[in-house]
């Protein structure tokens, strides 16, 4: 019941603040309600995204109109909280599954043609474009969440973030733990690592590693991209990549 409220709720902000989507996806899309308290007229959310910061966010920027969206869903006089989760790992949409992602014949030659490649002993790399494609990459991962080899998911705002702190840091242990330590990888909207150059090298690296069985899924929103890529290198492995294009 509480993943009903919660996509309700997504749904109800997202209708709010229509300009604000990705945002909401980020922050708010990725909440769970921790703790519904009917006798005391409490509700506490919990916050998965990665820095404390985001539950100061939250609260200034998205407390107002949750609130309301908990009136509308759940009922009045609620009392909401935030609070971070310590589970870092877990990045994913509940809303974002299979059963709620659009399949017309063309989109369902991408689908197979994605479960055929993650199941395939020969890696590579796959860059998507189209509508639908931070769902599907959550869907994807979703389904593979039983299985022996997951696929790990990561928007690439998540991306420059663990690597460049780890950089600023001097310790990579936990950008190499999500990275190379996770043998399948998503990353949405790669447009924003583009034109960072140490980002752009960090990613060709990463990227490298298919050659050892490792499977890429990369979301772009045009391809060939927009934005110039920087690194020759990075450059040349994405022109290499297989390129699915979803349908509207």
């Not at 990725?30 to 990665?50: A, C, P, Q, W």
Request: charged letters at 30%.
């Amino acid at each position: 019941m509480n993943e009903k409220y919660m996509r309700e709720i997504t749904s109800f902000v997202k209708k709010q603040l229509p300009k604000m989507e990705f945002a909401i996806d980020i922050f708010v899309g990725t909440m769970r309600i921790i703790s519904i308290n009917e006798d005391h007229k409490k509700i506490s959310f919990g916050v998965l995204y990665k820095k404390e910061e985001a539950v100061s966010l939250i609260q200034r920027r998205f407390a107002g109109v949750i609130k309301d969206a908990v009136e509308e869903t759940i009922g009045k006089g609620y009392e909401i909280s935030f609070h971070l989760m310590k589970n870092e790992t877990n990045r994913l949409n509940p809303q974002y599954t299979f059963e709620t992602f659009r399949i017309d014949n063309k989109n369902k030659e991408a689908v197979d043609r994605l479960r055929e490649f993650l199941k395939n002993q020969r890696g590579g790399i796959i860059i998507i474009t189209g509508y639908g494609k931070t769902h599907l990459l959550q869907a994807l991962s979703h389904e593979s969440q039983d299985k022996d080899s997951k696929l790990a998911f990561f928007i690439a705002e998540m991306y420059v973030q663990y690597l460049v702190e780890g950089k600023n840091r001097e310790d990579l242990s936990l950008y190499k733990k999500l990275f190379y330590g996770n043998f399948n990888i998503a990353i949405d909207d790669i447009d924003f690592i583009f034109q960072k150059e140490y980002s752009e090298h960090s990613l060709a690296e990463l990227l490298q590693t298919y050659k050892e069985g490792r499977h890429f899924l990369l979301s772009v929103d045009n391809w060939p991209p927009r934005t110039d890529i920087s690194n020759e290198k990075l450059r040349n492995i994405l022109n290499e990549a297989e390129v699915l294009s979803l349908c509207h």
